[in-house]
């Protein structure tokens, strides 16, 4: 069997639910839906959706985590999740076209997708694509996680994530529709000096995309 860790696609991409805004920590340790995936599928099968957000981050690491405790002999290689990443130009439908065509093997790929993005409210943790999408198994693990759950996860295990985040952004698209979110904006009375808190900080979840134009 092998033992390479799938494998992520990094795209360059140019709904409330009850409990959206839940804090309480996610049960990490069972990570069904990734179990499952890797039940269903070879690992020359699967591949990771990775744009660079605190979403796809989260995931990756319980993908990593997943996998290293079904394959305990495999070996990052001085790596941190030892991945072999393609970089995908272009709208993701073009892209994700592309991707598959040059690698017709994938069956699956593991997104990082919540019910709070758009168009994603009645997504199940498995589900084909749409019509008129190149025709592939979509994989949501976080599927029923909120904003601050992320959060969470994400500092409580002192995970990289994009410095963005930092700065004010909670919701990051490409350079043209994303800015910092006002919800968090800082202005000096003294100076009148502007800053933003970092995202973590944002207790509105329903707020989240505001910064998106």
Same mark, same amino acid.
């Given at each position: 069997m092998e033992t390479t860790v799938p494998r992520a696609i990094k795209c360059k991409a140019g709904q409330s639910h009850a409990g959206a805004c839940s804090s309480h920590q996610p049960d990490v340790l069972k990570h069904k839906?990734? %179990? %499952?995936?890797? @039940? $269903?599928?070879?690992?020359? %099968?699967?591949c990771v959706s990775f744009n660079g957000g605190k979403d796809c981050s989260a995931l990756l690491h319980l993908i990593h985590a997943a996998w290293t405790k079904r394959n305990k002999? &495999?070996?990052?290689?001085?790596? $941190?999740?030892?991945?072999?990443?393609?970089?995908?130009?272009?709208?993701? $439908?073009?892209?994700?076209?592309?991707?598959?065509? %040059?690698?017709?093997e994938?069956?699956?790929?593991?997104?990082?997708? $919540?019910? &709070?993005?758009?168009? &994603?409210?009645?997504?199940?943790?498995?589900?084909?694509?749409?019509?008129?999408?190149?025709?592939?198994?979509?994989? &949501?693990?976080?599927?029923?996680? @909120?904003?601050q759950q992320v959060w969470l996860f994400l500092r409580q295990l002192n995970l990289p994530y994009c410095n963005l985040y930092d700065k004010g952004y909670t919701s990051v698209g490409n350079r043209g529709n994303t800015q910092p979110n006002a919800a968090l904006r800082v202005i000096d009375p003294a100076t009148g000096l502007e800053t933003y808190r970092?995202?973590?900080?944002l207790h509105d979840c329903m707020a989240e995309r505001q910064g998106r134009l």
């Open positions: 839906t990734i %179990e %499952e995936c890797l @039940s $269903r599928y070879q690992p020359s %099968e699967v002999g &495999s070996t990052t290689d001085g790596l $941190r999740y030892d991945l072999e990443l393609w970089t995908v130009p272009g709208p993701v $439908r073009s892209g994700l076209k592309m991707a598959l065509n %040059e690698h017709p994938i069956k699956a790929i593991l997104m990082g997708t $919540r019910r &709070s993005d758009p168009h &994603s409210a009645n997504l199940q943790a498995f589900q084909m694509t749409d019509d008129g999408w190149p025709s592939v198994m979509r994989v &949501s693990p976080i599927l029923d996680w @909120s904003y970092p995202a973590y900080l």
